[in-house]
């Protein structure tokens, strides 16, 4: 008996898809640098036409690819040099002003513990102070070491942030460069009977991937105006930094906002009265969620990917454990691509004899 063909093309995409993630997780630390150089060619290619579109394509492509790489290489080296600087400056000043901290807080907490009857044991802030201190300290040694270790090694670490950083623009260019050349490449392997299908599916999961990530920057940039402004008005020294990486790393679901509660809830412990801090935290950052839930996300970028919040969790786990970093940071459109393969294959089965019982 002669097995149906769509369920033989199924078993044959499957096997296709099977194969290809095993040697994605094979070559995962090879595929990190072309991963991250494709995402941002898929961000900047709108860029790229753009460019095209107002020149009437009078200046040559590679002009218009080194031009939007450009704009990237210069944003990124602009929040680099903002943002690091202001952090390594405020260093040492958490470093002296954390042991006092605790002081701080013995001496607010104390009295109201005993107005509600809890009895207190006498704390020994000095030898508190001094382990603070030395663990402080041995976070930035412990940091050096390794760094130091790496490089009597072979110098992996330095000589591979260095490869990156070289072999990503480079591939960048290539990818927006030749990106209807690649993508050529591989269509002439696939086959006539599933051309048409294939690029049904892969128009409407790019439709889907470009109302996420551009939404997504979207989202991005109104979010660290936001906090930048908000930090800024309850009078917070460090309220640029923090509310660019807060508003900068939202991409990465709850990274970038937990980040950006620890490092202004430190913050403003140092700067003011515990009750004064929380009370910035909880009005900034409650805010902050509310307005990306409930505003920026289902307007800019709706509930066109469709993905649960337990859906989401566990596409950043998976991606994660498979990618490690990099794998965080494609997990969401990867998912939302994933979904559409779903539809596309929920749509066949329901369409088949087997689920139709003839």
């Known amino acids: ?76 080296l602009a929040f680099f040099f903002l943002v690091i600087p202001l952090l390594v400056k405020q260093w040492p000043l958490i470093k002296e002003q954390l042991p006092l901290l605790i002081t701080k807080l013995h001496d607010y907490v104390s009295p109201l513990l005993m107005q509600w009857g809890v009895a207190t044991a006498d704390w020994d802030l000095e030898h508190l102070q001094l382990f603070l201190r030395q663990y402080l300290d041995s976070i930035f040694e412990n940091g050096m ?61 790019d439709q889907v ?12 940039l109104i979010l660290s105006v936001y906090y930048v402004a908000a930090l800024y008005a309850f ?20 990274l970038g906002f937990g980040v950006g509660l620890i490092l202004a809830t430190l913050s403003g412990f140092l700067q003011m009265s515990p009750m004064d801090a929380l009370l910035m935290v909880g009005v900034v950052y409650g805010l902050g969620q509310m307005i990306e839930s409930f505003v920026l996300t289902p307007r800019l970028i709706g509930e066109r990917i469709g993905l649960h919040p337990l859906a989401v969790i566990f ?26 393969a779903i539809r596309r294959l929920h749509q066949v089965y329901v369409n088949s004899k087997w689920f139709q019982g003839t």
């Open 209 to 220: 991937l470009g109302e996420y990530l551009r939404g997504q920057i979207v989202v991005m």
């Open 1 to 76: 008996m002669q097995s149906n063909p769509t369920i033989r093309l199924l078993l044959s995409w499957s096997a296709v898809t099977l194969i290809t993630g095993l040697l994605v997780w094979w070559l995962a630390p090879v595929l990190t640098p072309f991963v991250v150089s494709a995402v941002l060619a898929y961000i900047l290619l709108p860029l790229v036409q753009q460019f095209e579109k107002l020149t009437v394509n009078r200046i040559p492509r590679v002009i218009t690819v080194l031009l939007a790489e450009i704009i990237l290489i210069v944003t990124m």
């Open 315 to 340: 596409a950043l786990l998976a991606f994660g454990q498979l990618l490690g970093f990099v794998g965080v940071l494609i997990a969401l459109p990867a998912s939302a691509v994933l979904l559409v």
């Open 145 to 205: 070491d390794a760094w130091f270790r790496s490089l009597q090694i072979g110098g992996s670490v330095l000589f591979a942030i260095i490869g990156n950083l070289i072999l990503i623009p480079v591939a960048l260019f290539y990818f927006l460069y030749d990106g209807k050349k690649i993508t050529n490449e591989f269509a002439v392997w696939v086959p006539q009977s599933a051309s048409q299908g294939l690029f049904d599916f892969l128009k409407e999961a």
């Open 235 to 254: 009078g917070l020294s460090m309220a640029l930094p923090i509310g660019l990486i807060t508003g900068l790393l939202i991409f990465i679901p709850y």
